[in-house]
């Protein structure tokens, strides 16, 4: 249902017929000019350099050509390889990032981390 219905702010990676990535967005319905990445993961060792990184620039291109002024994605405060690529497509946009504890960990069964509120913008025209 998910690549039926959210088609349009997902995509998929593909190398000889088999999925090695995948990201999941949609436009927030309380605010349409935010684009929120669901989640994002890459087989490893499937041999293309930055494959995730990839797929976020690119999710980020398609939703601010669909009018986003803002991107979100909720991160563990120890997930430094997404911070990392959250903060490069914030400085290709030329915008800020702020954050914030979206859910505390202690709203989740067992040991859980804060999950923290990165949003990104407002979007400016891409710096490169």
């Known amino acids: 249902m998910w690549?039926?219905?959210?088609?349009?702010?997902?995509?998929?990676?593909?190398?000889?017929?088999e999925v090695i990535g995948f990201l999941t967005g949609y436009?927030?319905?309380?605010?349409?000019d935010t684009y929120l990445v669901w989640q994002e993961a890459v087989r490893p060792r499937h041999g293309i350099p930055m494959l995730g990184v990839q797929l976020f620039e690119r999710a980020a291109d398609r939703a601010v050509e669909r009018g986003a002024a803002f991107i979100e994605a909720s991160v563990s405060a120890d997930n430094k390889a997404i911070i990392m690529v959250l903060k490069k497509v914030a400085k290709r946009y030329a915008a800020e990032v702020d954050t914030r504890v979206l859910f505390p960990?202690?709203?989740?069964?067992g040991e859980h981390h804060d999950e923290v509120l990165y949003?990104?913008?407002?979007?400016?025209?891409r710096a490169d």
């Open 27 to 32: 436009f927030r319905p309380d605010e349409p």
């Open 119 to 125: 949003r990104i913008g407002p979007l400016a025209p």
């Open 3 to 17: 690549c039926r219905d959210f088609a349009a702010t997902s995509l998929v990676a593909t190398l000889d017929d």
């Open 105 to 109: 960990g202690d709203l989740f069964p």
